[in-house]
Nanobody, 125 residues
Framework: QLHVVESGGGLVQPGGSLRLSCAASGSTFDYKNIGWFRQAPGKEREGVACITGSGGYTDYADSVKRRFTISRDNAKNVVFLQMNSLKPEDTAVYYC??????????????????WGQGTQITVSS
């Protein structure tokens, strides 16, 4: 079970940018596949972006392609989510978690079924 700490959330105006960080707490990522998810009020949690252990493959939800970028620094044991051109519909609590993989790709399925506290993103003018 991977415990994580998300940070970097806050209030931002439409069109603005934020960078989220996901750090392992009490452990290391150990080259696990990592995904970012989000949950807006009244909606199901959805996958946003994921990255394989080596960082060689990434995937994104259609709604965030060309706006969000996931990356990782395994030496520093951190995964990032750069969020640009933010829209009000991006408002949600964002979570990171270890995810599964298939055929060398990460998929939006939580590996350990464990969720941290998340970080709130609010996009509003």
């Amino acid at each position: 079970q991977l415990h994580v700490v998300e940070s970097g959330g806050g209030l931002v105006q439409p069109g603005g940018s934020l960078r989220l960080s996901c750090a392992a707490s009490g452990s290391t990522f150990d080259y696990k596949n990592i995904g970012w998810f989000r949950q807006a009020p009244g909606k199901e949690r959805e996958g946003v972006a994921c990255i394989t252990g080596s960082g060689g493959y990434t995937d994104y939800a259609d709604s965030v392609k060309r706006r969000f970028t996931i990356s990782r620094d395994n030496a520093k044991n951190v995964v990032f989510l750069q969020m640009n051109s933010l829209k009000p519909e991006d408002t949600a609590v964002y979570y990171c978690a270890a995810v599964r993989s298939t055929y060398g790709r990460c998929i939006f399925v939580n590996l350990d079924d464990f969720w941290g506290q998340g970080t709130q993103i609010t996009v509003s003018s």
